[in-house]
T-cell receptor, first 116, second 116 residues
Framework: GAGVSQSPSNKVTEKGKDVELRCDPI?????LYWYRQSLGQGLEFLIY????????KSGLPSDRFSAERTGGSVSTLTIQRTQQEDSAVYLC??????????????FGPGTRLTVT | AQKITQTQPGMFVQEKEAVTLDCTYD???????LFWYKQPSSGEMIFLIY??????QNATEGRYSLNFQKARKSANLVISASQLGDSAMYFC?????????????FGKGTMLLVSP
């Protein structure tokens, strides 16, 4: 079956521009997560969705970052007025919840964002 | 304090040998889960193995096993009979609580290089 997909795979933008990153989770997965991975670092949690609501936005680094999820499926992460420190790989993951012991997260291939 | 600590930035192993990747964790929650993910150079995160805090036995998945020492709060990954394709970054991660929605906290990773 289809895994988690993300688009675009690469994005180069100028400082100050807005960008939108898209995540299409595995069908039927109710939980969706966004992480950020800077060069040579581990993954940093940004936000997660339970259906269409986001109970935990604690990881968003600033109010320039926002995310939404519609129809319990596709999610968009928006970064406004991008800064060079926003350059990273943005990873999306999804998981089943409820009745499953492990609920492992399945990751997409990521979007590599470069802010020039 | 870091919740997940991986003290080995890099490890080298010869093909067909076993290797242990270290992971220690810190939590006061009695219910938690520990995960190992593999990230090849292509960038995707691949789930390898899971250990629940109440599991009595160490988890095993093929050539992967988890050496879970609860009192020491360690969850080391053991890869037996290393293969060239095992060369990748390996991340240890923890989920606290048992709701299934909890996010993962990742360590900084260990780069494993397998030589012929």
């Amino acid at each position: 079956g289809a895994g988690v997909s993300q688009s675009p795979s690469n994005k180069v933008t100028e400082k100050g521009k807005d960008v939108e990153l898209r995540c299409d989770p595995i069908s039927g997965h109710t939980a969706l997560y966004w992480y950020r991975q800077s060069l040579g670092q581990g993954l940093e949690f940004l936000i997660y969705f339970q259906g269409n609501s986001a109970p935990d936005k604690s990881g968003l680094p600033s109010d320039r970052f926002s995310a939404e999820r519609t129809g319990g499926s596709v999610s968009t992460l928006t970064i406004q007025r991008t800064q060079q420190e926003d350059s990273a790989v943005y990873l999306c993951a999804s998981s089943l919840v409820g009745g499953q012991v492990i609920n492992e997260q399945y990751f997409g291939p990521g979007t590599r964002l470069t802010v020039t | 304090a870091q919740k997940i600590t991986q003290t080995q930035p890099g490890m080298f192993v010869q093909e067909k040998e076993a290797v242990t990747l270290d992971c220690t964790y810190d939590t006061s929650d009695p219910s938690y889960g520990l995960f190992w993910y593999k990230q090849p150079s292509s960038g995707e995160m691949i789930f390898l193995i899971y250990q629940g805090s109440y599991d009595q036995q160490n988890a095993t998945e093929g050539r992967y096993s988890l050496n879970f020492q609860k009192a020491r709060k360690s969850a080391n990954l053991v890869i037996s009979a290393s293969q060239l394709g095992d060369s990748a970054m390996y991340f240890c991660a923890m989920r606290e609580g048992n709701s299934g929605y909890s996010t993962l906290t990742f360590g900084k990773g260990t780069m494993l290089l397998v030589s012929p």
